[in-house]
């Protein structure tokens, strides 16, 4: 499996955990009640994400060149990197077979 590093923006949200987007996955969206766990689900997320683009024939996008935060509309977030190894061959074997 094929390594892939994305940029993950991280926002606090007003249950006191954290909203976690995906820039560069356009809808790729989770959360989790720490950083820690937040990040983990992001990994998650991504890997999914990207599986589901490869079962409909697409192609994973690069990671975001640029990100644009306004601090005006955030009280809290962090932007981080994570590692993902989404399965593509075993989910598009997977569909192959359904």
Do not use: W
Not at 8 to 19: F, I, K, M, S
Not at 38 to 51: G, P, Q
Not at 63 to 90: C, G, I, N, W, Y
Request: net charge positive; glycine share 8%; aromatic share 4%.
């Amino acid at each position: 499996m094929k390594s892939l590093t994305y940029t993950v923006v991280l926002e606090r949200n007003e249950d006191c955990g954290y909203t976690v987007t995906v820039p560069a996955l356009r809808g790729c969206v989770t959360q989790g009640g720490t950083i820690a766990e937040a990040l983990a689900r992001a990994k998650e997320a991504i890997e999914c994400h990207i599986e589901g683009l490869a079962l409909i024939g697409k192609r994973a996008p690069g990671d975001a060149k640029v990100v644009r935060l306004d601090p005006a509309e955030l009280s809290e977030a962090f932007v981080s990197k994570v590692v993902a190894q989404p399965d593509v061959r075993a989910a598009k074997a997977g569909a192959r077979a359904a």
